[in-house]
């Protein structure tokens, strides 16, 4: 079945349909990842968004029940040069086509990625549509133009939990698939939900923490009410701006309990702290991301998702850059110098992508510690 990719500045590529039939909108992104295809599609933080695959064959290991981030896929739409048709893999259970049409998910298959990635570097991220029942493409141009982009939307409140819930399962062991919480845990962290992934949720519990995820707009005093030796801030979709009531719940938070941040819930964080965020021109998006960090010099690769960053001359003085993106010298990390309170913009708890920044994890837990020794 055909299908086509138009963009909002009129860009079109012509392809063949995979996943389900239809229609969809979305800001055109590009992945550098070579494999995680999987947890890409489950990742809350992609909603909204169409996402292109820059690795040539996408679903050579299939896909299975266990490495997913949430309980659906929440992307847009998903575009790769070929679609593997007959996995491969002891754990594979679905083809990456069957998985996509069981979600409900649009996705096209046969352009050329190299040139949409490079189209998108040039020109920015922007606003599309796939397309396999209007095949008019200036019909579908025109759609692509007026369908809605990232900038001032809240779509964290589209992906939150809706009730309270208690996490405990750890991470994914080779012979025993994901371990449980056995032992009494030694801390009690609460996690706000702005689009969480499971993976950072496994870290926690592995690190010894019992956890409570609430949803995004739950009030800071409900949070404390909790008793909570930690609170950590999730990543999640989207421009930060708009979710005000998150970072007022931030703020009345600090100081109070130790906070931890990644993705959304660093960019969060700078903004409570008196900062500003802007959107950048195409995002980091892969498992390949170089990231210095201040305090040694040494350098992690990092995997990332995110188009908007911390805008590094609005902070204040007591918030310090503690990490730094090596391709563009974004900000990619925080700390405050008073508070007890730090983030990342990139994810340590990879899923997919490599495991150099998992002592973030340990450094909640000393700083918890830290908390509690003072307080008594």
Same mark, same amino acid.
């Given at each position: 079945?055909?299908?086509?990719?138009?963009?909002?500045?009129?860009?079109?590529?012509?392809?063949?349909?995979?996943? *389900?039939?239809?229609?969809?909108?979305?800001?055109?992104?590009?992945?550098?990842?070579?494999?995680?295809?999987?947890?890409?599609?489950?990742?809350?933080?992609?909603?909204?968004?169409?996402?292109?695959?820059?690795?040539?064959?996408?679903?050579?290991?299939?896909?299975? #029940?266990?490495?997913?981030? !949430?309980?659906?896929?929440?992307?847009?739409?998903?575009?790769?040069?070929?679609?593997?048709?007959?996995?491969?893999?002891?754990?594979?259970?679905?083809?990456?086509?069957?998985?996509?049409?069981?979600?409900?998910?649009?996705?096209?298959?046969?352009?050329?990625?190299?040139?949409?990635?490079?189209?998108?570097?040039?020109?920015?991220?922007?606003?599309?549509?796939?397309?396999?029942?209007?095949?008019?493409?200036?019909?579908?141009?025109?759609?692509?133009?007026?369908?809605?982009?990232?900038?001032?939307?809240?779509?964290?409140?589209?992906?939150?939990?809706?009730?309270?819930?208690?996490?405990?399962q750890g991470v994914w062991d080779l012979e025993k698939g994901y371990t449980e919480l056995v032992e009494p845990a030694?801390?009690?962290?609460?996690?706000?939900?702005?689009?969480?992934?499971?993976?950072?949720?496994?870290?926690?519990? !592995?690190?010894?923490?019992?956890?409570?995820?609430?949803?995004?707009?739950?009030?800071? %005093?409900?949070?404390?009410?909790?008793?909570?030796?930690?609170?950590?801030?999730?990543?999640?979709?989207?421009?930060?701006?708009?979710?005000?009531?998150?970072?007022?719940?931030?703020?009345?938070?600090?100081?109070?309990?130790?906070?931890?941040?990644?993705?959304?819930?660093?960019?969060?964080?700078?903004?409570?702290?008196?900062?500003?965020?802007? #959107?950048?021109?195409?995002?980091?998006?892969?498992?390949?991301?170089?990231?210095?960090?201040?305090?040694?010099?040494?350098?992690?690769?990092?995997?990332?998702?995110?188009?908007?960053?911390?805008? *590094?001359?609005?902070?204040?003085?007591?918030?310090?850059?503690?990490?730094?993106?090596?391709?563009?010298?974004t900000v990619e990390g925080l700390c405050h110098s008073q508070l007890p309170a730090f983030s990342v913009q990139y994810?340590?708890?990879?899923?997919?992508?490599?495991?150099?920044?998992?002592?973030?994890?340990?450094?909640?837990? %000393?700083l918890m510690e830290d908390f509690k020794k003072n307080e008594n």
């Open positions: 079945m055909k299908a086509i990719l138009a963009l909002a500045d009129g860009r079109v590529f012509h392809g063949q349909s995979i996943g *389900a039939v239809g229609e969809t909108f979305g800001e055109v992104v590009f992945n550098t990842s070579m494999s995680g295809y999987q947890e890409i599609l489950t990742d809350p933080s992609y909603h909204g968004e169409i996402v292109t695959m820059t690795y040539p064959q996408i679903g050579n290991y299939g896909v299975n #029940k266990e490495d997913v981030e !949430s309980d659906k896929p929440h992307l847009a739409g998903f575009v790769v040069k070929e679609s593997c048709e007959f996995p491969s893999n002891w754990r594979s259970e679905l083809s990456l086509n069957e998985y996509l049409q069981q979600n409900n998910i649009v996705g096209i298959q046969g352009i050329d990625t190299r040139a949409l990635v490079k189209h998108i570097r040039d020109h920015g991220a922007q606003t599309g549509v796939i397309s396999t029942v209007d095949l008019d493409v200036d019909s579908l141009v025109e759609k692509a133009r007026k369908a809605p982009g990232l900038v001032g939307r809240d779509l964290v409140k589209e992906v939150t939990t809706a009730e309270s819930y208690t996490w405990t030694r801390y009690h962290v609460v996690a706000y939900d702005f689009g969480i992934k499971r993976n950072i949720l496994r870290n926690l519990v !592995s690190a010894g923490c019992r956890v409570t995820v609430v949803p995004a707009s739950t009030s800071a %005093s409900d949070v404390l009410a909790l008793n909570p030796d930690g609170v950590f801030l999730s990543n999640g979709p989207g421009d930060p701006e708009p979710i005000t009531y998150a970072q007022e719940n931030i703020r009345q938070l600090l100081g109070k309990v130790p906070l931890f941040g990644i993705c959304l819930g660093h960019q969060l964080l700078a903004i409570a702290l008196g900062g500003t965020t802007y #959107k950048l021109k195409f995002g980091h998006r892969g498992g390949n991301q170089p990231v210095q960090r201040d305090e040694n010099k040494r350098v992690e690769i990092t995997s990332q998702n995110h188009g908007f960053a911390v805008d *590094a001359q609005s902070l204040e003085s007591a918030s310090a850059i503690s990490h730094l993106n090596l391709n563009d010298n994810h340590p708890e990879a899923s997919p992508g490599p495991h150099d920044a998992h002592y973030l994890f340990d450094r909640f837990i %000393s």
